[in-house]
């Protein structure tokens, strides 16, 4: 693909679930990477985090980055995924990944 022909942009939203570990915070990293707004969740609240997921988000906000949001979501509760709705709408918008 050529440079610069990338199809997301610092305005493009991904939401990130099960971002605690593995597969799911490897993924939170190489789209902060890129430059895209990430918001990473899990279960468990932030201070029950992997320390990998910690150490991820502490080095975002040394860094200045403003790109990468931890929000609490369990799907496979309703009220979670209820809540976390009307938080992206007030705080973020329109998603463009999930």
Do not use: Y
Request: proline share 1%.
């Amino acid at each position: 693909e050529a440079k610069g022909s990338e199809w997301w942009s610092g305005e493009t939203v991904a939401v990130v679930t099960g971002a605690n570990r593995g597969i799911g915070l490897e993924i939170c990293r190489q789209l902060a990477d890129k430059g895209l707004t990430v918001i990473m969740t899990a279960r468990k609240p932030q201070e029950q985090l992997s320390s990998s997921a910690k150490q991820f988000l502490q080095d975002a906000a040394e860094l200045g980055r403003k790109n990468v949001i931890f929000h609490t979501l369990d799907i496979a509760q309703e009220q979670s995924v209820l809540d976390f709705v009307d938080w992206l709408k007030l705080h973020v918008g329109n998603i463009d990944i999930l």
